[in-house]
C-alpha cells in the first residue's frame, strides 16, 4: 500500500522515526484532517486497509495520539499536534532510559572477569569523547582519583567534571601551578617546574605537552590524555593491569619528586 499522495513521504518517515507504524501515521494523519470520524471515514481518508483500521486506532488510543468516544458507531478524533509530538518524545525517553537500565544491569553482572584476562586499551579521539570517557571513570569513583595533569587542562577541562565525586573519595593532584587556594578535599602537588613561569597565566607551558595528562580511579582504571593547540587530542583508555600499573608508578614517581623539592 502506497501512502495518499498529498502526504509527504519525510513525514511518514519522521512519524515512524517516533515510534509509529506507516498505518500509524496515516491514521493519524487522516484523524488530523477531520472530526469525530468513524473507522469507516478512516479507512477511506487514509487508505489503510479496513481490517487493520481498528487495531491501528487501539494502538494510537494507547500512544495518547488519538481519543475515542461512547458512541454507536465509535467516532475517533487525533489529539492536537503539539501534545502528540510531546506525548511520543515522552514515551521515547522512558524506553531509552529503561533501556540505559536494563542493559547497565546486564553490563554490571558481567564485571572485569567475564571480560577476561585480555590486555584490553581503547583509544579515544576528541575533547568531548575523552571528557564522557573521565565523567564516567570520576562518577565510578569509590576510592581514590588520581591525576598528573596540565594546569590548562586541568583548569579548562577537569576540573568540572571532579564535581558529582562522592566527598568520600579522596582527589590526589600533581600540576605544575594552582590560582588561588585549592578545595580542601584536594590534595594538590606542584612540580618544581612552576618556577620556570611567573604566574599560571604565563604564555606558554613547561610541560611537553600543553593539554596532557594521566589519570587513575580506584587503581583500577586508567586514561591518558594528549593534545596540543590546535590539534583534536586523543587519548588511551584501558583497565588492563598493566597500564593502570605503568600509570600508578609514573604518578607515585612524579609526586614523590614535587614532595622532596619542597613544593
Known amino acids: 500500500m502506497t501512502a495518499p499522495r498529498d502526504i509527504p513521504n519525510d513525514l511518514i518517515e519522521s512519524l515512524r522515526s517516533l515510534g509509529l507504524t506507516k498505518y500509524e501515521a496515516l491514521v493519524y494523519i487522516a484523524l488530523l484532517r477531520v472530526a469525530g470520524a468513524t473507522a469507516t471515514e478512516i479507512h477511506e481518508t487514509s487508505g489503510v486497509p479496513r481490517a487493520s483500521v481498528y487495531p491501528v486506532l487501539d494502538r494510537l488510543v494507547r500512544k495518547e495520539l488519538v481519543s475515542v468516544s461512547h458512541t454507536t458507531p465509535k467516532r475517533f478524533d487525533a489529539v492536537p499536534p503539539d501534545r502528540g509530538v510531546r506525548n511520543l518524545m515522552r514515551r521515547i525517553e522512558t524506553d531509552a532510559e529503561n533501556a540505559r537500565t536494563a542493559l547497565d544491569a546486564i553490563y554490571r553482572e558481567k564485571g572485569p572477569e567475564g571480560r577476561g584476562n585480555r590486555e584490553l586499551i581503547w583509544t579515544i579521539y576528541g575533547e568531548e569523547n575523552i571528557k564522557t570517557r573521565l565523567t564516567e571513570m570520576f562518577r565510578s569513583a569509590e576510592l581514590s582519583v588520581e591525576m598528573l595533569v596540565t594546569w590548562d587542562l586541568l583548569r ?45 597565566s604565563t604564555p606558554g607551558n613547561p610541560l611537553p605537552y600543553q593539554s596532557s595528562g594521566v589519570f587513575l580511579v580506584d587503581d583500577a582504571r586508567a586514561l591518558l590524555w594528549t593534545g596540543l593547540n590546535g590539534e583534536q587530542p586523543s587519548a588511551l583508555y584501558s583497565e588492563s593491569a598493566g597500564l593502570v600499573q605503568f600509570v600508578r608508578r609514573h604518578i607515585t614517581s612524579v609526586r614523590e619528586w614535587a614532595r622532596a623539592t619542597g613544593q
Open 156 to 200: 579548562g577541562s577537569v576540573l568540572t567534571l571532579l564535581e558529582p565525586v562522592p566527598d568520600t573519595v579522596r582527589i590526589d593532584i600533581v600540576t605544575e601551578c594552582w590560582e588561588g587556594e585549592p578545595p580542601s578535599r584536594f590534595s594538590v602537588h606542584l612540580l618544581p617546574l612552576t618556577t620556570l613561569r611567573e604566574t599560571c
